[in-house]
């Protein structure tokens, strides 16, 4: 842990600071600013207070003209999800500060903030969370959403970085994630690469980050918290170049270090130079210098000069650069006291030593996913209003091969729904088929083609149904078997087409609640209970898909009536196996799985963690070995509840409706091309939360400087 910055306004705190060995009244060692040096003036201060601290993150960034602030701990040490703007004039100086309306969905106690340059994305941590949003500002600088996409694995400290439409997060425990940020503002999985503790074995603490010219660099900050004071501060910087599939290469240490041991200081790049700015030293307590060195093209660093000095001695303060101008926002005083001020300097404007750019990347490792292309698009079908299925999630849907076309049944849109509406992938036109006799009004339910006799199956769903239907294309029959599974919802069945029998697996019992999964079989006369020496954990919401290739039932994710899965189960008719693999995606229920011809393989796409604010739009797919991310240029918004099928005639997936905080009635198609294998990584995480593909866009995200240690 590391060294707690609080206001001396109460006596409780001033008590906490001497509990902890800190002192109020260290002397600043500074040097005397020079005439030569570039001048900070003072902005517009903030409408509150803001700091960053452990576990209590606060960060800033400068996003298409404007300044933003969110989060953070305001003077009484409280967490906030307030968002603050200001707009960037053309002198560097800043208009008034404004509260945007919508603020973060909840409120984090660490934050870090960073801009893409098209979106702005908030991570969060400490105490266990994993969220991260992004959103996209409007031209008056107002966010009228946070958007939240793929979480993290778990919730350490961290300092993060964007390059190259890549976001890096380094953690307190040394472990380095990466994910890539998609078209859509989306972020993919967040992959494990190599970590700092494969060359210091102290992981850092309290540390800056920032990317530039394909490198990835760490001030240290803090190599031992122990007790929660920070016991060795470092003067070390280390960097790892970046790969052309966004992993990183070896760690090495810059020699050139910094003047002072320092820690919880702010860090960013200007011009071709990693500056830090402010701190804590052990020995002389908080700093105003600004240090900052040349980064050369092999990533090696020059000699370190103090560029500047902060008009007062800052801590868990949040830096940002936007143009020549650099800001520094926020942060606690040697008086223990957090502030609500914000500088800037035109550090840019310096004469600066140049270093010769890097040349492009060249990959040195296969990419986990292929480029982009037109080949790899979801496209959304534009249908009007009148021939289209009213909003829904929850609904059932299949593909009829008998009849070529997708099948569509019930649902919820705020009561639950009867209709039978049928798709016609070659002309793109849904028609509403109003049968004489149907189901009753359901959603949760499971629905597949029994492909032997050509006839649709539905069986069960919410209030408590255990029923089974079949549908011929012109109207429902209920059919009588001896024998009936349980009523369940949110349970799934596919046609086992080697065997020639539909495969269910129970799921929730309204009822009854987890009532334990189980197997059955319908041979289109009767159902059989199949009783198998493993059974799944899940309970309910899992994905379902028959492998036809390898004749297996694939089911992967759902809960267990507490916490999300991220677990692959197999059945060949006999017997539940659990997987092993290297690669998964993340913990997730009410996602959309099928399998494709084309591939060979089974596709998973979206769903949602069982926090209701945490939706995916990724793209996965799976071989009996392993998982993989698929790439693509442009998807659906992050959704679950939705539902989709496979048209092997024409060879694309067809997904209609969902729910993302709103039931919907778009329909998108999907044609899938093969993948190649994703490499081997090691220590990849088996919970890695997923997200849709993405493909880079050429020339954003070269340089982040917007990062704030362990302060912020």
Request: hydrophobic content about 35%; overall charge negative.
């Amino acid at each position: 842990m590391k060294k707690i910055y609080l206001s001396l306004m109460t006596a409780m705190v001033t008590i906490i600071l001497l509990a902890m060995g800190q002192s109020s009244n260290v002397p600043l060692a500074q040097a005397k600013p020079v005439a030569s040096e570039p001048p900070f003036n003072v902005a517009t201060s903030l409408p509150s207070p803001r700091a960053g601290m452990w576990w209590m993150g606060y960060f800033v960034t400068a996003h298409k003209g404007y300044l933003y602030t969110i989060g953070g701990v305001d003077g009484t040490i409280t967490s906030q999800n307030t968002v603050y703007y200001a707009p960037i004039k053309a002198d560097g100086s800043l208009g008034a500060w404004v509260t945007n309306s919508v603020q973060l969905p909840f409120t984090p106690v660490y934050v870090n903030i960073l801009s893409s340059g098209e979106y702005l994305y908030v991570l969060t941590g400490g105490n266990g969370a994993t969220s991260v949003y992004y959103a996209n500002p409007q031209a008056d600088g107002t966010i009228t959403t946070f958007t939240a996409t793929t979480f993290f694995p778990s919730g350490q400290a961290y300092g993060s970085a964007i390059y190259d439409n890549y976001i890096y997060r380094v953690e307190q425990t040394g472990a380095v994630r990466y994910a890539m940020i998609n078209a859509n503002g989306t972020v993919g999985s967040w992959l494990q690469t190599t970590a700092t503790t494969t060359l210091i074995s102290s992981p850092p603490l309290q540390h800056s980050v920032v990317a530039y010219n394909n490198y990835l660099y760490v001030a240290l900050g803090c190599l031992d918290s122990s007790g929660g004071v920070c016991h060795q501060d470092s003067n070390l910087v280390i960097y790892a170049p970046i790969n052309a599939d966004g992993s990183l290469g070896s760690w090495s240490q810059a020699t050139s270090v910094l003047p002072v041991n320092i820690y919880a200081a702010a860090a960013t790049v200007v011009n071709n130079e990693l500056c830090i700015i402010g701190g804590d030293t052990l020995a002389t307590g908080r700093r105003n210098e600004v240090y900052c060195s040349i980064m050369n093209a092999d990533g090696t660093l020059g000699t370190w000069q103090t560029r500047a000095h902060l008009p007062m001695a800052l801590a868990g303060h949040a830096v940002a650069t936007f143009g020549q101008y650099t800001y520094v926002v926020g942060g606690v005083n040697s008086a223990n006291v957090t502030v609500n001020t914000t500088y800037y300097t035109a550090l840019g404007d310096s004469t600066i030593p140049t270093s010769t750019p890097s040349p492009p990347k060249t990959p040195t490792s296969t990419p986990t996913s292929t480029p982009c292309s037109n080949t790899t698009a979801w496209k959304q079908v534009l249908t009007s209003i009148d021939n289209t299925p009213p909003e829904r999630s929850e609904h059932m849907m299949t593909y009829y091969q008998a009849q070529q076309h997708f099948v569509t049944f019930g649902g919820f849109n705020g009561s639950r729904l009867s209709d039978t509406w049928e798709y016609e992938p070659t002309s793109q036109k849904w028609a509403e088929n109003t049968v004489t006799s149907h189901p009753s009004a359901r959603s949760f339910g499971a629905m597949t083609e029994d492909k032997k006799r050509g006839v649709l199956v539905l069986f069960g769903g919410l209030d408590d149904f255990n029923d089974t239907w079949e549908y011929d294309g012109f109207n429902w029959t209920q059919k009588n078997p001896t024998h009936n599974p349980p009523a369940s919802s949110g349970h799934a069945m596919v046609y086992d087409d080697q065997r020639q029998v539909i495969v269910l697996v129970t799921g929730y019992h309204l009822g009854g609640g987890c009532q334990g999964v189980t197997t059955w079989e319908y041979n289109g006369g009767d159902w059989t209970q199949i009783t198998t020496a493993n059974v799944p954990t899940a309970q309910d919401q899992f994905m379902l898909a028959y492998d036809r290739q390898r004749s297996k039932v694939v089911l992967f994710g759902g809960h267990d009536c507490n916490t999300a899965l991220a677990e692959t189960w197999e059945y060949d008719g006999t017997n539940w196996i659990r997987k092993t693999n290297v690669h998964t995606p993340p913990k997730r229920i009410s996602g959309m799985m099928t399998y494709v011809d084309t591939l060979g393989k089974v596709v998973l796409f979206g769903g949602k963690e069982i926090d209701a604010s945490i939706y995916y739009n990724d793209m996965w797919q799976y071989d009996g070995q392993d998982w993989q991310t698929v790439n693509v240029c442009t998807a659906p918004s992050p959704r679950a509840l939705s539902a989709l099928g496979y048209d092997s005639m024409l060879g694309k997936i067809v997904m209609f409706g969902g729910y993302n905080g709103a039931n919907l009635n778009q329909t998108w198609e999907y044609a899938p091309i093969a993948l190649t294998p994703t490499p081997t990584l090691t220590n990849t995480p088996t919970n890695t939360p997923i997200a849709p593909t993405n493909t880079p866009v050429p020339g954003q995200n070269k340089i982040s400087g917007q990062i704030l240690n362990g302060l912020n």
